[in-house]
């Protein structure tokens, strides 16, 4: 989405490469323990790191990410 393509620009470069590998897991094995996926309202939501999450819609096999950013993104999805 455009907000992922906005927030992610505004990650730093480690954090950048992080949300790039955790892409690959969840391209190629979407139940690698790294991601610890889970449900949050309507969304799903996977760890890049300690401090930053991804969420995403799923709809069988397809992911679209809809944001990316520090813990404190998950208080906005926690609020729907």
Same mark, same amino acid.
Do not use: M, W
């Given at each position: 989405? #455009? ?6 620009? #505004?990650? +730093?470069? +480690? /954090?950048? =490469? =992080? &949300?790039? =590998?955790?892409?690959? *897991?969840?391209?190629?094995? +979407? ?5 610890? /996926?889970? @449900?949050?309202?309507? #969304? !799903? #939501? *996977?760890? %890049?790191?300690?401090?930053? @999450? $991804? &969420?995403?819609?799923?709809? !069988? ?6 944001? /990316? !950013? !520090?813990?404190? /993104? %998950?208080?906005?999805?926690? $609020? =729907?």
């Amino acid at each position: 989405t #455009e907000e992922l393509k906005k927030r992610y620009q #505004e990650l +730093p470069a +480690p /954090i950048q =490469k =992080k &949300f790039q =590998k955790q892409l690959r *897991f969840l391209q190629t094995d +979407p139940k690698h323990p790294s991601l610890r /996926i889970h @449900r949050l309202n309507d #969304e !799903g #939501e *996977f760890y %890049v790191d300690i401090h930053y @999450r $991804c &969420f995403f819609h799923q709809d !069988g096999n397809t992911y679209t990410l809809l944001t /990316i !950013g !520090g813990h404190r /993104i %998950v208080d906005r999805y926690k $609020c =729907k």
